[in-house]
């Protein structure tokens, strides 16, 4: 079996950093949403899309482990990759590495589902599993 993988590269903007002049940790669940994105976005899935046919994908759960920070101006790069778990959820396992050495800078496991716009329950749209898996 093939695991599908994505890579997505980035820099850290000075308007990220805290009083310490890192990036502050809250930031870094904007890295790994928007590497999620991009990579869905490479699989025809597009969040706007599907909140208009009424179904929203959303973040239920984050575990991150913090190794090294980054500071301003570090190009760094995401490297994620998804399973499905059980009927509803969706696990992407994305990693941050700097990219001048390929230092480890964290380590996230995201774990997102579908909810019904007009029920507010989870749902997992047929049409969507086609698409990733």
Same mark, same amino acid.
């Given at each position: 079996?093939?695991?599908?993988?994505?890579?997505?590269?980035?820099?850290?903007?000075? &308007?990220?950093?805290? +009083?310490?002049?890192?990036?502050?940790?809250?930031?870094? !669940?904007?890295?790994?949403? #928007?590497?999620? $994105? /991009?990579?869905?976005?490479?699989?025809?899935?597009?969040?706007?899309?599907?909140?208009?046919?009424?179904? &929203?994908?959303?973040? +239920?759960?984050?575990?991150?482990?913090?190794?090294?920070? !980054?500071?301003?101006?570090? #190009?760094?790069? $995401? /490297?994620?990759?998804?399973?499905?778990?059980?009927?509803?959820?969706?696990?992407?396992?994305?990693?941050?590495?700097?990219?001048?050495?390929?230092?480890?800078?964290?380590?996230?496991?995201?774990?997102?589902?579908?909810?019904?716009?007009?029920?507010?329950?989870?749902?997992?749209?047929?049409?969507?599993?086609?698409?990733?898996?």
């Amino acid at each position: 079996m093939t695991i599908d993988s994505f890579v997505w590269n980035s820099e850290v903007q000075q &308007n990220e950093l805290d +009083i310490q002049k890192i990036v502050n940790n809250a930031v870094y !669940l904007q890295y790994f949403s #928007q590497a999620r $994105i /991009h990579y869905l976005l490479t699989k025809g899935v597009d969040w706007e899309e599907w909140h208009r046919k009424g179904v &929203n994908i959303v973040l +239920i759960h984050v575990d991150i482990s913090f190794k090294h920070s !980054l500071k301003a101006h570090d #190009q760094f790069y $995401i /490297h994620s990759t998804y399973k499905k778990s059980g009927k509803l959820k969706i696990i992407f396992d994305q990693t941050i590495y700097k990219t001048h050495d390929h230092k480890l800078v964290a380590k996230g496991i995201n774990t997102l589902t579908c909810v019904s716009v007009q029920t507010g329950k989870p749902i997992m749209p047929q049409e969507l599993v086609d698409l990733l898996f």
